[in-house]
């Protein structure tokens, strides 16, 4: 089996104004990692995927003023899709990441890197 969590980069940085935000994908990244060590030996795969600013209506309020910021930290000078966002979900949940337990796949254009 595969579980797939979705968390965000704000589980690991720091941003202003998104503490609860931050703390909740935090919990989850946590429990991935948890859930990842107690379900491997039933061959079950457990990973998860990190977007960071993604073109969805969560981030559709910003003025133009707000994206310039977000652009001017993503080293890839752009914001994601969601459709880049699905394709790790996708790969994650293939055969092609089979020996693949208990990681975060960033997807945030470079915004963290660790």
Do not use: F, H
């Not at 060590?37 to 960071?52: D, F, H, K, Q």
């Amino acid at each position: 089996g595969v579980i797939v969590n979705i968390s965000s980069v704000s589980s690991v940085l720091a941003i202003p104004g998104q503490s609860v935000y931050s703390a909740t994908k935090g919990a989850l990244l946590s429990l991935t990692y948890a859930l990842a060590r107690e379900l491997a030996p039933e061959n079950i795969r457990v990973n998860c995927v990190s977007p960071g600013r993604i073109e969805t209506d969560m981030v559709a309020y910003a003025s133009p003023e707000k994206r310039r910021k977000w652009l001017a930290e993503i080293p890839m000078g752009r914001l994601g899709t969601p459709e880049e966002t699905a394709t790790a979900i996708v790969y994650l949940a293939s055969d092609a990441a089979a020996y693949i337990t208990g990681a975060n796949l960033n997807v945030g254009g470079g915004v963290y890197m660790g």
